[in-house]
């Protein structure tokens, strides 16, 4: 039997019985959050600004936190053996990560959530870099994958290449694809699809794609020359992975975060630190949609992505509504940047619901739910936010609604980019958490 799934079984006896195993010894040690050693993961040192959650900003609080249980709520039903993803007896995998399960034993969320949608996580090049440590819990887990960071537009744009030869590129920078390859080599030895993330954002979108002679501080293009570029960045990227990948990408996210009230925006349209709102205009997303639906292939769906959907359901079917009625969008990636004080079971499903009674499909593209300290009772209510997560969208999946996937952001705590929140479902070592047994659905986890 795997070694992380012994976990999840010593794990599920133990927090059923109160003890909550290794949290507790973790926090007693550690006095709280895990944050990964200096140097494992260089990346991420996020600025605030960039810490786009529910409610734009800060901790991923949903506002007022309304019907959140708090700490040490609830008792936490007995349970036998056979916890959560584990498998009896899961066999000897094949050695390459393939799961072998007995027949009716689930191995992991994958598996166990296969009649209702695919299971995703984001994964940073980090991970890959690593993977001996990994592999086997994302494989036993997982069918689809995002790249955290590595097909934005800042991984995929070559500034080097595009001055070097402005002549030709004036019109269509120069992209390259040697920062996902490791994506996507993993994904084709695991037979998985990855959802790409994502074309139009006004973050990790280098200056300089804005510009004249792409530097930095250039003087910024015009409306029909910036459209050009949106439009031939699009093909090219698109056209790269049909070509060289066809099935691979699955979902795109054409558009991220154009959105929002309050935060720099006029009309709801985000001008903020927006250079897509400064040279194309206020209806930079719309033309996106436009080329991305001229060059995806039928199998590539297209989707809006942002952060804080429950509370803006209105403000984004209203600005997608031209695009919606002209058939160039097919669904909303919910980002679900959550936190234990944000109620689920009901602000959270009635969105995702309005949006698909709207034609759409849904998809939560960044699940993480955090807690404001780790500690035994914070994680048992996380663990029941996961299960209110994944049952309620099974729920709707099962009622008929097109939800059409789950991907939470992030592999475990310390590869997180919410580090301070322990937001998902395995802590740093790897070792599943109540989150893991609530999103298993474990009866070890009570229903909040
Ligand atoms: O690549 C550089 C590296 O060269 C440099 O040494 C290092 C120094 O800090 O920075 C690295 O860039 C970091 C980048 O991730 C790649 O690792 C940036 O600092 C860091 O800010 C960036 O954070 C990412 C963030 O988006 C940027 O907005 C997070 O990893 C990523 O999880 C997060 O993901 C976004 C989604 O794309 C959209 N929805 C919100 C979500 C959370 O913000």
């Not at 895990?34 to 800060?58: H, I, V, Y």
């Not at 120069?174 to 993330?197: G, Q, W």
């Not at 040279?279 to 942002?306: C, P, Q, W």
């Amino acid at each position: 039997m795997r070694r992380w799934i012994l976990a999840v079984t010593a794990a599920a006896l133990l927090f059923s019985f109160g003890a909550c195993g290794r949290q507790e010894g973790k926090d007693s040690e550690s006095g709280g959050n895990t944050q990964m050693e200096e140097g494992n993961k260089p990346e991420d040192s996020l600025a605030s600004e960039d810490r786009d959650t529910e409610n734009g900003s800060g901790a991923g609080a949903e506002g007022a936190g309304t019907n959140g249980a708090s700490e040490g709520e609830g008792a936490v039903t007995g349970t036998e053996a056979g916890a959560a993803g584990a498998s009896k007896d899961g066999g000897e995998g094949s050695g390459d990560g393939s799961a072998s399960a007995e027949e009716g034993q689930v191995t992991g969320l994958a598996q166990l959530y296969e009649e209702n949608f695919p299971i995703g996580v984001a994964l940073p090049n980090y991970v890959f870099s690593h993977i001996e440590e990994y592999e086997q819990v994302i494989v036993d887990n997982f069918n689809s994958i995002t790249c955290e960071n590595e097909m934005k537009p800042d991984s995929l744009l070559d500034k080097k290449a595009s001055q070097a030869d402005l002549e030709n590129t004036y019109l269509r920078a120069a992209v390259h694809f040697d920062n996902c390859m490791p994506a996507v080599e993993f994904a084709l030895k695991h037979d998985m699809k990855i959802r790409f993330h994502t074309l139009v954002w006004h973050s990790q979108t280098p200056k300089w794609f804005f510009t004249e002679d792409y530097t930095d501080n250039g003087e910024l293009v015009d409306r029909e020359t910036m459209l050009t570029r949106m439009e031939n960045y699009i093909a090219d990227v698109l056209g790269y992975f049909q070509e060289n990948y066809p099935g691979l990408i699955y979902a795109v996210d054409v558009v991220n975060e154009a959105f929002d009230v309050g935060n720099g925006d006029e009309n709801g349209v985000r001008m903020k630190d927006n250079r897509w709102y400064d040279t194309v205009g206020d209806d930079y997303y719309y033309h996106a949609f436009v080329f991305a639906r001229r060059y995806a292939s039928e199998d590539m769906k297209l989707f809006y992505n942002d952060y804080g959907c429950m509370h803006k359901t209105k403000l984004i079917l209203d600005h997608l509504k031209q695009a919606k009625e002209e058939g160039l969008i097919d669904g909303i990636g919910m980002q679900s940047h959550l936190s234990v004080t944000d109620d689920i079971r009901f602000t959270f499903m009635l969105a995702a619901k309005e949006f698909c009674e709207e034609g759409y499909e849904v998809q939560a593209t960044e699940l993480d739910i955090g807690v404001k300290e780790s500690g035994k009772g914070s994680f048992r209510t996380q663990g029941s936010k996961y299960k209110s997560f994944f049952r309620g969208m099974q729920n709707l999946q099962e009622e008929g609604w097109p939800i059409t996937n789950v991907t939470v952001w992030g592999l475990n705590d310390a590869l997180s980019w919410r580090k301070d929140e322990s937001a998902l479902m395995f802590d740093e070592d790897m070792e599943p958490k109540p989150a893991y047994l609530g999103a298993m659905q474990d009866e070890s986890v009570w229903d909040e």
